[in-house]
């Protein structure tokens, strides 16, 4: 991959201002991580990551043009196109121009990011603020109440589990250890900005 982390970053940062895009950003590269290296993808690890950092670069500057604006700003990195189809696709089905994700790195990107902002929001619900200590039957709860992080499309994540042939325990499951595992660096790096 011919991209550095930090000039991933730094294109984030140039299109996104607001702390919750950025930590969303973040939360969702350290999820990508979690699963490059938890499904045999570790010589990956770095571009899932990527993949998982830059999901909604268009997002906040562009909301009409969500996924449709994305190659132009990742060409400003000379963004490859597997990694500018990774982006693209985790809006299939919601922005009319976003492909099918097709390899297994673009269906774990459509299911996590609807699911880590599900996630966040039962996490800052709990006693604790925190995923460290949040079990998969609290999350269906949530996950049931339609009206609790109303954003949060359940449709899309069931959709995701069902494209990587996982139920959808199985998905919130790991998707919560995915989370346990970058939150304290999520965390520090937002204190630092």
Known sequence: ????????????????????HL???????GIMKWYA?????????????IAGLLHDV??????????????E????????EPLIHAVCSHG??????????????EKVLFAVDELSGLIGAAARMRPSKSVSDMEVSSLKKKFK?????AGCSRDVICQGAELLGWDLDALLEKTIL????????????MEQL
């Open 178 to 189: 995915a989370m346990r595992s970058c939150e304290a660096s999520v965390n520090q790096a």
């Open 73 to 80: 700003l990742l060409a400003e990195i000379q963004a490859e």
């Open 37 to 49: 290296d938890s499904l045999g993808y570790q010589e990956d690890a770095d571009f899932w990551a």
């Open 23 to 29: 930590q969303h950003g973040l939360t969702v590269e």
């Open 1 to 20: 991959m011919n991209i550095t982390r930090d000039a991933a970053w730094e294109l984030l940062k140039k299109y996104n201002k607001e702390a919750f």
């Open 145 to 149: 109440d339609k009206k609790f992080a």
């Open 92 to 105: 299939w089905g919601m922005t009319p121009t976003s492909a099918k994700p097709e390899h297994e790195m």
């Open 58 to 71: 268009d997002f906040e500057a562009y909301p009409e043009e969500h996924c449709t604006k994305a190659p």
